[in-house]
């Protein structure tokens, strides 16, 4: 359904250009459920906006292509991406707040996504006509705020978003990205916001809808441990690039990368009680000062000469690969195997 190939993202800055996205690949599949995991600034939300059409200057596609469904994305117009964007790929952000338009009725931000891309067609313009399908637009508007958990959404389809709690008001722009049936939904951070309650009945809700339309996701998060329960595949990104990507069971029960295991480490666990959190040391690298290297190789305790060169993917198993020296072919010979081996 969704394959990126190659991609490469730039801003242009002072300093030359950041590549905040470097060489990425993955793919989604019909129904599938992709996590894009790291820490802040690993440039998770340019890969997301890139799918939508989202990047602005001075951000740019330097390279590669957004494969969806046979087209390539990354070479279509401004109006073919409109197109697509809310219709076949719909978008939820992190800030409901400062997504959804405090002026306006929230049933009216609803039927606005349905008028834009007019999923149901007027048949003739009669003023009869236009009253029927305001009708009906209303009505797919109530059952959508029903679908996603809104109670007497009657009532509620007058009310502004101030009047909704913050889980409420990610329920209207979660109702808002399904109005056009979009075969891929695309979630920012969509329970980071939230308090943990209301963050695991938000998860219940995506995963009901990717259950029962068979909408794929792609989630972008920095929670490892929220995408091991809620996605199929993980992507684990540092710095702009894909080091570690495979079926959720497959990498959490064997990561190989130090990254992937730094931030399985840092996840506090209730069920271990005097757990201790290992966070990783350091913070993430400045992409302006980054070469070719890895870009880990200063946080990672494993790191050696060998990390000095550029690091290519590693094909672990039929579906997993990692992006480390440890496991690059070749490094049997000067027995980094055996470190690996033990890590
Ligand atoms: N407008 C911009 N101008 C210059 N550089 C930018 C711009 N936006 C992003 N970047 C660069 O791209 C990198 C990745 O940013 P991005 O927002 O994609 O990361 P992220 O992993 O999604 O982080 P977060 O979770 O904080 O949003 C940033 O560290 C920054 O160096």
Request: charged share 20%; aromatic share 6%.
């Given at each position: 359904?969704?394959?990126?190939?190659?991609?490469?993202?730039?801003?242009?800055?002072?300093?030359?250009?950041?590549?905040?996205?470097?060489?990425?690949?993955?793919?989604?599949?019909?129904?599938?459920?992709?996590?894009?995991?790291?820490?802040?600034?690993?440039?998770?939300?340019?890969?997301?906006?890139?799918?939508?059409?989202?990047?602005?200057?001075?951000?740019?596609?330097?390279?590669?292509?957004?494969?969806?469904?046979?087209?390539?994305?990354?070479?279509?117009?401004?109006?073919?991406?409109?197109?697509?964007?809310?219709?076949?790929?719909?978008?939820?952000?992190?800030?409901?707040?400062?997504?959804?338009?405090?002026?306006?009725?929230?049933?009216?931000?609803?039927?606005?996504?349905?008028?834009?891309h007019r999923v149901i067609e007027p048949e003739k313009k009669?003023?009869?006509?236009?009253?029927?399908?305001?009708?009906?637009?209303?009505?797919?508007?109530?059952?959508?705020?029903?679908?996603?958990?809104?109670?007497?959404?009657?009532?509620?389809?007058?009310?502004?978003?101030?009047?909704?709690?913050?889980?409420?008001?990610?329920?209207?722009?979660?109702?808002?990205?399904?109005?056009?049936?979009?075969?891929?939904?695309?979630?920012?951070?969509?329970?980071?916001?939230?308090?943990?309650?209301?963050?695991?009945?938000?998860?219940?809700?995506?995963?009901?809808?990717?259950?029962?339309?068979?909408?794929?996701?792609?989630?972008?998060?920095?929670?490892?441990?929220?995408?091991?329960?809620?996605?199929?595949?993980?992507?684990?990104m540092y710095a702009g690039q894909i080091v570690e990507r495979?079926?959720?069971?497959?990498?959490?029960?064997?990561?190989?990368?130090?990254?992937?295991?730094?931030?399985?480490?840092?996840?506090?666990?209730?069920?271990?009680?005097?757990?201790?959190?290992?966070?990783?040391?350091?913070?993430?690298?400045?992409?302006?000062?980054?070469?070719?290297?890895?870009?880990?190789?200063?946080?990672?305790?494993?790191?050696?000469?060998?990390?000095?060169?550029?690091?290519?993917?590693?094909?672990?198993?039929?579906?997993h690969q990692v992006r480390c020296v440890l496991y690059e072919?070749?490094?049997?010979?000067?027995?980094?195997?055996?470190?690996?081996?033990?890590?």
């Open positions: 359904m969704l394959e990126i190939k190659n991609l490469t993202i730039g801003y242009a800055t002072a300093g030359g250009v950041v590549k905040a996205v470097k060489e990425v690949n993955f793919s989604v599949k019909p129904g599938q459920i992709v996590g894009l995991v790291g820490e802040s600034g690993c440039g998770k939300s340019t890969a997301l906006f890139s799918i939508m059409g989202l990047i602005k200057s001075p951000g740019k596609i330097m390279d590669g292509e957004i494969v969806y469904n046979g087209h390539n994305l990354a070479s279509q117009t401004p109006d073919q991406w409109r197109s697509i964007r809310g219709k076949e790929i719909a978008m939820i952000f992190q800030d409901p707040m400062t997504t959804l338009n405090p002026a306006f009725r929230v049933g009216k931000q609803i039927h606005e996504v349905l008028q834009t009669g003023w009869l006509e236009r009253f029927k399908l305001r009708h009906k637009e209303k009505e797919r508007v109530l059952t959508l705020m029903r679908e996603v958990g809104i109670s007497a959404p009657e009532q509620r389809y007058e009310a502004y978003p101030h009047q909704f709690s913050g889980g409420m008001q990610q329920r209207i722009l979660i109702a808002m990205g399904l109005a056009c049936n979009p075969k891929l939904l695309l979630a920012d951070e969509p329970t980071t916001a939230l308090d943990v309650t209301i963050q695991a009945q938000i998860l219940d809700l995506l995963k009901r809808i990717n259950k029962e339309h068979g909408t794929s996701m792609i989630i972008v998060t920095h929670d490892l441990g929220m995408a091991a329960e809620f996605c199929h595949e993980v992507a684990v495979g079926p959720t069971e497959l990498l959490i029960a064997n990561p190989k990368h130090p990254y992937t295991k730094g931030l399985l480490q840092s996840i506090p666990r209730i069920t271990k009680t005097r757990q201790r959190i290992e966070p990783i040391p350091g913070t993430v690298v400045d992409l302006a000062k980054l070469g070719d290297e890895c870009a880990f190789r200063a946080r990672c305790s494993y790191a050696s000469d060998d990390c000095s060169n550029a690091v290519t993917m590693t094909q672990i198993s039929e579906e072919r070749g490094s049997e010979a000067s027995g980094i195997q055996q470190a690996a081996a033990h890590f």
